[in-house]
């Protein structure tokens, strides 16, 4: 803090509220040697306010013609003075009056906790820690069973679940097939639906759902175990618990670094963020099921078929990215490859057509196999 | 100009508001988005306490400004605590109730229908308390304002008055808006002398009426036009089995009618908005001074426009900015090339982020134009004993707003 010169040390007309009432007083100010001195001209002593202790709310800019000052051991009171010369030199010795005086006060232990916050994602980042997962990990069976089956409800209500018992007998022994060495392949449970879409997916619990079409659609029983051994892949992972977990608490975090501020942008960021981590658990999702059919001896020659034909049909002509592995460099991306939720197709296929081959045995006897094709053929009756 | 406002010990003194625009806020814009980005959003606590500061101190009454006192950390941990104590335990709740039972159990919907329920009801405390916080952060010649009365009667009033509109097809707002104002008016002082507040909701239901019939009017006129216009298409189209595609042409006139309707409706709303405030502010008192205020449907129809016209240029600024970072690593080659670049894919992916924080980029700018074109309408006529308002005890308010901020019901 540098003292004022002599040249600075000259009065200055200002008004002075004691906050106490509304009334103000005219008053001069000087720039004293022990701090503000601010006479109110009415014979009683001048009050001298120590620069170091001055204080604003309104930050002083530079070239400001006017400042309101305070101090807090008077509360309330505050000297309004319009004299940009004066505000310069009152600055120079009181810089907190600044804007930037003011921002530095809290800034850098502010900065300081958002090092340590980003030092620790980084560290979660290296060290390949996934909260969302583990909290996933840390739920109760009877939690992510009653979700599940509540979910699935959703798909396959009544009345749409297929339940003819030779195709379901057939399902059961491709199940216990996949879920041989899986822990918990009790809680692990498949349901057929009847609805006007060719997929399958996988809720929480273990609880999975294939639709009629997509068996339909299949041209042998071992890419229905390819498909299944996806799903249960993400049942081992706890994809699916751990899906909405993330959700909960990126929308926590979007609002907390928004203030709660963002409108429906913040969704749209959140599908971002979101369809990232799905297409990393489709990844995820497609190595368990390449573990699985290898363990069960169920050729992947299946899953990767299913991929090659889904891709012909999906990809669009000349969509050379979708469909040829090979030709990536000359392909070309779009917006929505960031919306995407599933890796592409080609990407998929050249995963598991790069496996190893082994023995192998069809999943299912041609017998299991047709029925199974007709599992739809009765279904749940409507309550 | 000082010896304009040379004090009177009892006597009565003048009243007069203006508006001194703040400088500085283009650059206060930039500083504040930089702070915020290094802080992933934190700042905007500190951000919105120094915008306020500015806009606060642009509002003078007898040429001395008005003091915003309130603090960024205030705002932070009032946020804090809400979102902790209020959001964060009531997310865990639905999920662990949806994970129990499932989403479509009767025990989760109906803990949903009773979280609907406390949530409006808390909307309206969230209204009052900022404003309580607010006024108790404003002080003027270092007195503050204040907001007594009990925040749950406003709480209340706010929700079942607004479970009434579907009921009454919406003719309850000019009596809900002018009761809520009521409220808060007659419960606002300044130091130890109250602000009076006597207006009737019966003048309102002219305008209000209008605005009503117009507004239906325009809903009808918009979806006649396009039946009219395109119906027999669509009848025949489908008689031959054909699904009705609109070709351009028509796109544009369904466009252009919208734009049309939308015009009128906001001209018929702003109208009606704007009588209410003149309304409300004509009926309010302070001592012997009488506020008045001129807006005009077409000044906040305009205000509105070009607002949102300043908050795109942000977006769109911050958009590009971000995209443009995308350069250094793929040059300026086409976006099919670039989003081959598995780090511009990444930037790309942070876009819409940009163009989150960039909608509110010039938000000083926006806050301050709403607030100077209300302050420069509204006029006061009358005096008031300034020497004899003394500072009012207590009624400090420690936190602020956290409700508010989680509800998003901040104006400024």
Redesign the interface.
């Known amino acids: 803090m540098s003292m004022p010169s002599e040249q600075a040390a000259k009065l200055v007309?200002a008004?002075f509220?004691?906050?106490?009432?509304?009334?103000?007083?005219?008053c001069q100010l000087l720039l004293g040697s022990g701090g503000l001195e601010i006479d109110r001209g009415d014979g009683s002593d001048a009050l001298i306010w120590p620069y170091s202790a001055l204080a604003t709310?309104?930050?002083v800019?530079r070239g400001?013609g006017?400042a309101?000052i305070e101090w807090h051991e008077m509360p309330?009171?505050?000297v309004?003075v319009?004299d940009a010369a004066f505000i310069e030199r009152l600055v120079r010795i009181a810089p907190q009056l600044s804007?930037g005086g003011m921002?530095r006060r809290?800034?850098m232990p502010?900065?300081a906790v958002?090092g340590i916050?980003?030092g620790a994602i980084a560290l979660a980042w290296h060290l390949d820690i996934k909260p969302a997962r583990a909290i996933a990990g840390l739920?109760p069976d009877?939690?992510?069973l009653?979700?599940g089956?509540?979910?699935v409800?959703?798909f396959a209500s009544k009345g749409r679940a297929c339940i003819a018992p030779d195709g379901q007998r057939a399902l059961d022994a491709l199940k216990t097939r996949l879920l041989r060495d899986v822990p918990d392949a009790d809680l692990y449970t498949i349901t057929v639906a009847d609805i006007p879409i060719n997929n399958a997916f996988a809720a929480?619990g273990g609880q999975m759902v294939i639709t009629k079409r997509l068996i339909q659609s299949a041209k042998t029983p071992d890419e229905v175990a390819g498909i299944l051994a996806h799903e249960i892949g993400h049942g081992i992972e706890r994809h699916p618990e751990a899906g909405?977990?993330r959700v909960?608490g990126l929308s926590?975090i979007i609002?907390?670094?928004?203030?709660?501020?963002?409108?429906g942008?913040?969704s749209?960021?959140l599908i971002?963020l979101q369809t990232?981590y799905v297409r990393q658990d489709e990844a995820s999702a497609d190595q368990q099921a390449l573990r699985l059919l290898r363990q069960a001896k169920i050729s992947q020659n299946g899953f990767a078929d299913f991929f090659a034909r889904h891709a012909k049909k999906r990809c669009k002509p000349g969509d050379t990215k979708c469909t040829a592995p090979d030709k990536?460099?000359n392909?070309?991306?779009?917006?929505f490859?960031?919306l995407r939720t599933h890796p592409y197709p080609k990407d998929r296929l050249k995963v598991i057509r790069g496996t190893a081959s082994y023995t192998s045995t069809p999943a299912l006897t041609t017998e299991q196999w047709r029925e199974l094709r007709k599992i739809c053929n009765k279904k749940q009756a409507r309550t | 100009m000082d010896a304009e406002v040379e004090p009177r010990p009892t006597g009565q003194t003048n009243l007069s508001v203006s508006w001194q625009h703040p400088p500085g806020l283009i650059g206060l814009s930039f500083t504040n988005l930089a702070l915020r980005v290094v802080t992933l959003g934190i700042y905007h606590f500190w951000a919105k306490t120094e915008v306020r500061q500015r806009i606060w101190s642009a509002i003078r009454i007898n040429d001395e400004p008005l003091t915003y006192t309130g603090r960024g950390k205030e705002l932070f941990f009032g946020f804090l605590i809400v979102m902790s104590c209020i959001f964060l335990p009531v997310m865990l709740l639905v999920a662990a109730v949806a994970f129990t039972f499932g989403p479509q159990h009767p025990i989760t919907n109906s803990i949903s229908i009773l979280l609907y329920i406390v949530f409006g009801f808390l909307f309206g405390l969230a209204i009052y308390r900022a404003q309580r916080y607010r006024l108790a952060r404003t002080r003027w010649r270092g007195i503050r304002g204040s907001l007594v009365g009990d925040p749950m009667v406003y709480a209340w009033t706010f929700f079942w008055t607004a479970i009434l509109i579907p009921f009454t097809l919406g003719w309850i707002m000019p009596w809900r808006s002018t009761k809520l104002q009521s409220i808060i008016s007659n419960n606002t002082r300044f130091g130890d002398r109250p602000v009076k507040f006597d207006a009737r909701s019966g003048p309102l239901y002219g305008p209000f009426a209008v605005a009503w019939v117009g507004g239906i009017a325009t809903y009808l006129g918009f979806f006649g036009l396009v039946a009219m216009l395109f119906m027999a298409k669509v009848q025949a189209q489908r008689n031959l089995g054909i699904p009705f595609i609109p070709s351009a042409r028509e796109v544009g006139i369904i466009f252009a009618a919208f734009l049309i309707a939308g015009v009128i409706f906001a001209l018929v709303t702003s109208w009606y908005r704007a009588r209410t405030i003149n309304h409300f502010a004509h009926h309010t008192h302070f001592e012997n001074a009488k506020f008045s205020a001129g807006l005009s449907a077409v000044g906040l129809i305009w205000l509105g426009i070009t607002n949102f016209l300043i908050m795109l240029t942000g977006a769109l600024l911050l958009g590009a900015l971000v995209a443009s970072m995308a350069v250094p690593f793929v040059g300026l080659s086409s976006f099919a090339e670039a989003i081959q670049n598995p780090i511009a894919r990444l930037i790309f992916s942070l876009v819409p982020l940009g163009i989150l924080f960039g909608m509110t980029l010039f938000a000083p700018i926006i806050q301050a134009r709403s607030s100077s074109y209300l302050v420069r309408h509204l006029s006061i006529d009358g005096t008031a004993p300034i020497d004899d308002i003394v500072q009012a005890a207590g009624n400090d308010v420690q936190y602020g707003e956290g409700l508010a901020e989680a509800f998003d019901v901040d104006a400024i």
């Open positions: 007309h008004r509220s004691d906050g106490q009432s509304a009334r103000s007083w005219s709310h309104t930050a800019s400001a006017e309101i309330g009171a505050q309004h319009r804007a921002r809290w800034l502010l900065l958002m916050i980003l739920l009877s939690m992510r009653t979700l089956r509540s979910v409800s959703q929480p909405l977990i909960m926590f609002e907390l670094i928004s203030g709660g501020s963002t409108g942008l913040s749209l960021g971002f990232s990536q460099k392909g070309g991306g779009t917006a490859d960031l």
